[in-house]
C-alpha cells in the first residue's frame, strides 16, 4: 500500500514547522490501512448504512460476512452472497435473523429467533476471503428489538454507560496480545531458551508472520502500538515454540474489545495460511513463560488522560487501583478461564500471585509503566543535530492488570474490570487501601517473605475462582449489568472442571500436564 499518495505528498509540501497543522482527523484518514475509511475518507466511527452500500457498490463486493460473539466467547460467522441492490440496502436496515437457541444456552428452542444487527463502525475488508468481501461485527437484539441483555457485547456497553453516568470518566483499555507459534524445530539459528525477548530474525523464525499479522489487523480496524518476539522460546519433541507479542493502543474499551477479537481471528487464520499452530494458552508447558493478556486501561475526561496529576499518578488512578485489587479474585472468572490458567499464575514467571501494586514492578498484580511524565530531552541527547522544538506529548500515562492470559473471556473481562475501577472510585477508603497494598520492591525475594505474607493471594484454580465469583457476584450483578444467569453459568463452567487440587495431582506428572495443555491448547 502506497501510504504516500500525491494527495498527501501535496500535503508534505505545504507542512508547516508543526506537523499538527494537518489536523488530526485528515491525518488519520490519509495514513489509515483500512480501506473503506480510505476510500469514503471518513473516520470508521462515521461510516453509515449507505457508505457501506457505495463502498461494495463502488468496489464490486461480491459477498458480505457477520461475525459476532456468542455466549461461549467465540466469533461466530454468517456469509452472504449479494444478489441485488434491494437485498443489500434490506440486509442493512433491519439485519438477519439467528438461531438463539444454539448461541445461547438459556434460550429455549421454541422461542429462540434473535435478530444480529451490524455495526457500520466495524466494517473492513475480509483479508482473506477468496471473492471480495466485507466484514462486519454484529450486536444482538431480541425479537422486540431490544439489544439482548447477556449478549457479552452489550454486557461490556451496559458496563461502560453505568460507568460514565457514575463517574463522569470515559473508560479506555488496550490489549498485549501474547501468543505461541508451534512449528517443526528448525537447525539453522536456534533460538535461545526463555532469551526470546526482542530478537531479531533469523533467531527469531516467526517476525514476518507476525509483521504481516500487524498489517491485517490494522486494516480491519486494529491500533496497534508495536510487535515484538517475547521471551518465550523452547524445543521439545521436534517442535518449536516461540512466543509473540502484539501490543495495541488504547481506545475506547468496546472499540478494544472489538479488535482483540478479530486480533486473534487473524493471527488463526493466518497460521492456517502458514501451516503452523498458533495458540493462546496460558501454558504450554510447566516452567517456561505462559501466555498472558495484560490489560491497560487509562480514566479520561473531555479527551484528556486524567491518570496524572501534578506529575504524579492521580488519586482517581489510585482509587482504580484499590477498586481493581478488592475485585482481583472474582475478575480471574473472566480472565482466567481454564485450569491451565492457574499453571501460569506462579512465582518467578513474570505473572502475578499476590494482590498488590507498583511502580514498573512485574511481580505485581497491578503495575504502573512508564508513561513519559517527566519532561525529559532524550531526543535531543540521542540525536545532537535536532534544533527544533520537541514537543511535549502528554497523556500516555496507563495502569496495567496483568493477571489476565489468552482463555480471557474479553468482552466480559473488560465488562468486570470497568465495574472494578468504579468500586474503586466509590470506596470512601479506596485512597488507604492503595497505599496499605503498594509494593515498591521484587515480593519474590526472600528478604521480604514478612510482606509477602500480609498480602492477598490470587485463586488458585477454577473451582476457588468460582468460589470468589460467588462471594463478590452483587458488585457485577448490580443494575443487571451482569445478569444472574450469566454469574450462574460462570460459576458452573469454572466448577466443571474440578480442578481444586490440581496443582498437586499433577506435581511430576509431566503426561498428565502434556494431555492437559493439549486439551486446551485452543482456549478462546
Known amino acids: 500500500m502506497n501510504f504516500i499518495n500525491s494527495e498527501f505528498s501535496e500535503m508534505l509540501v505545504c507542512l508547516p514547522d508543526q506537523y499538527n497543522t494537518i489536523g488530526m482527523k485528515d491525518s ?17 466511527a462515521e461510516f453509515t448504512r449507505q457508505d457501506i452500500i457505495r463502498y461494495i457498490v463502488d468496489n464490486n463486493v461480491e459477498m458480505v460476512n457477520f461475525r459476532y460473539v456468542a ?39 421454541g422461542s429462540s429467533d434473535l435478530y444480529v444487527i451490524p455495526r457500520f463502525k466495524t466494517a473492513f475488508v475480509s483479508p482473506f476471503s477468496l471473492v471480495p468481501s466485507i466484514d462486519i461485527l454484529c450486536s444482538f437484539y431480541t425479537f422486540e428489538g431490544k439489544p439482548l ?14 460507568f460514565r453516568t457514575a463517574t463522569g470518566y470515559n473508560f479506555k ?138 506529575d504524579l499518578l492521580s488519586p482517581a488512578a489510585r482509587r482504580m487501583i ?25 512465582p518467578h514467571q513474570e505473572a502475578p500471585t499476590n494482590i498488590c501494586w507498583g511502580d514498573r514492578n512485574r ?8 508513561g513519559w511524565v517527566a519532561k525529559t530531552s532524550m ?45 474503586g472510585l466509590e ?9 496499605e497494598q503498594f509494593v515498591s520492591v521484587n515480593i519474590f525475594k526472600e528478604e521480604y517473605k514478612e510482606r509477602i505474607e500480609k498480602l492477598r493471594h490470587l485463586p488458585v484454580s477454577c473451582w476457588d475462582s468460582a468460589e470468589s465469583l460467588e462471594k463478590y457476584r452483587s458488585y457485577f450483578e448490580k443494575n443487571n449489568v451482569f445478569p444472574a444467569g450469566i454469574i450462574d453459568r460462570f460459576i458452573r463452567q469454572l466448577k466443571s472442571f474440578d480442578d481444586k487440587n490440581l496443582s498437586a495431582d499433577l506435581y511430576g506428572h509431566d503426561d498428565k500436564i502434556k494431555e492437559l495443555v493439549q486439551k486446551y491448547l485452543h482456549c478462546q
Open 173 to 310: 483499555a488496550m490489549g498485549e496480545l501474547e501468543y505461541y507459534v508451534i512449528c517443526d524445530k528448525c537447525s539453522l539459528y536456534p533460538g535461545f531458551d526463555q532469551k526470546g525477548y526482542h530478537a531479531s530474525q533469523p533467531f527469531a523464525k516467526w517476525e514476518n508472520f507476525r509483521t504481516e499479522a500487524m498489517r491485517i489487523i490494522a486494516s480491519a480496524g486494529g491500533k496497534i502500538k508495536y510487535g515484538h518476539s517475547e521471551v518465550g522460546y523452547f524445543s521439545k519433541d521436534g517442535s518449536e515454540y516461540e512466543q509473540n507479542e502484539i501490543e495495541f493502543l488504547p481506545d475506547n474499551v468496546e472499540d478494544a474489545a472489538d479488535q482483540l477479537v478479530i486480533a486473534k481471528w487473524v493471527l488463526r487464520m493466518l497460521g492456517n495460511k502458514f501451516g503452523v499452530i498458533i495458540s493462546f494458552a496460558p501454558k504450554i508447558t510447566v516452567g517456561k513463560a505462559g501466555s498472558g493478556l495484560h490489560i491497560h486501561m487509562q480514566l479520561e475526561k473531555n479527551g484528556e488522560n486524567m491518570m496524572i496529576e501534578n
Open 363 to 370: 511481580s505485581a498484580l497491578v503495575r504502573v509503566p512508564l
Open 71 to 109: 455466549e461461549d466467547g467465540k466469533l461466530k460467522t454468517l456469509n452472504f452472497v449479494i444478489s441485488s441492490l434491494e437485498f443489500l440496502d434490506s440486509l442493512f436496515a433491519v439485519g438477519e435473523r439467528v438461531d438463539g437457541s444454539s448461541l445461547f444456552s438459556y434460550i429455549e428452542a
Open 379 to 423: 531526543i535531543k541527547n540521542a540525536n545532537p543535530q535536532e534544533t527544533g522544538e520537541i514537543p511535549y506529548i502528554p497523556g500516555k500515562q496507563t495502569v496495567e492488570l496483568r493477571s489476565p492470559d489468552g482463555s480471557a473471556d474479553i468482552y466480559h473481562l473488560l465488562a468486570g474490570i470497568i465495574i472494578a475501577a468504579q468500586h
Open 149 to 162: 441483555e447477556s449478549a457479552p457485547e452489550y454486557i461490556l456497553r451496559k458496563a461502560h454507560k453505568e
Open 28 to 44: 488519520e484518514i490519509l495514513l489509515n490501512p483500512n480501506k473503506i475509511v480510505q476510500y469514503l475518507k471518513k473516520p470508521s
Open 322 to 346: 484499590a477498586g481493581l485489587l478488592d475485585l482481583a479474585s472474582p475478575l480471574t472468572s473472566f480472565g482466567n478461564s481454564i485450569p491451565t490458567s492457574y499453571l501460569r499464575l506462579v
Open 427 to 435: 470506596m470512601p477508603d479506596a485512597l488507604q487501601k492503595a497505599e
